[in-house]
């Protein structure tokens, strides 16, 4: 089964640092994000490459939590996380474009996560996945039309 991933993009009228700054904020994914509803770093930490967060997530009928490890957190350029540190890749890429920043946000199910999901789910492997995968196709333009909401008022 090859990975999925899946991508979009929105142009914010604001500055690459200032959009950083409020993405990698993990502490307010929640006024954007439609599944995440409230994160927090673990043991103190901050956004800095290793550190890890928790995050809790509800849809109809289920609530649960992950611990996610940041990847990457180059300031005005990438914030990017590793849900479980190895199964699912999360990022928000940023480009200085005429009138603002463009903001990309990355998903994508790594062979760790797929893994994972075929060890835990047997033969519903393939429609868990199918449902993470809709799940960020609807989600992400969700989250960035939310991000630049909050970036420009």
Excluded: K
């Excluded at 957190?73 to 890749?89: C, K, N, Y």
């Excluded at 790594?110 to 999901?117: C, I, K, Q, T």
């Amino acid at each position: 089964m090859t990975a999925p991933t899946h991508a979009a993009s929105v142009v914010v009228a604001t500055s690459p640092e200032e959009l950083y700054d409020l993405v990698a904020d993990v502490t307010r994914t929640g006024e954007w994000s439609p599944v995440c509803r409230a994160c927090w770093w673990d043991e103190g930490a901050s956004a800095t490459p290793g550190a890890w967060f928790t995050g809790r997530n509800e849809v109809p009928g289920r609530t649960w939590e992950t611990r996610s490890q940041v990847q990457v957190a180059d300031r005005g350029r990438e914030f990017s996380w590793l849900v479980g540190g190895s199964l699912v890749r999360w990022a928000f890429v940023l480009t200085p474009v005429e009138g603002g920043t463009l903001l990309t946000e990355e998903w994508e199910f790594l062979p760790a996560g797929l893994a994972f999901f075929a060890e835990r789910y047997g033969e519903d492997a393939a429609r868990q996945v199918e449902d993470r995968t809709r799940s960020a196709h609807e989600g992400i333009p969700a989250t960035l039309a939310a991000i630049r909401r909050i970036a420009e008022s």
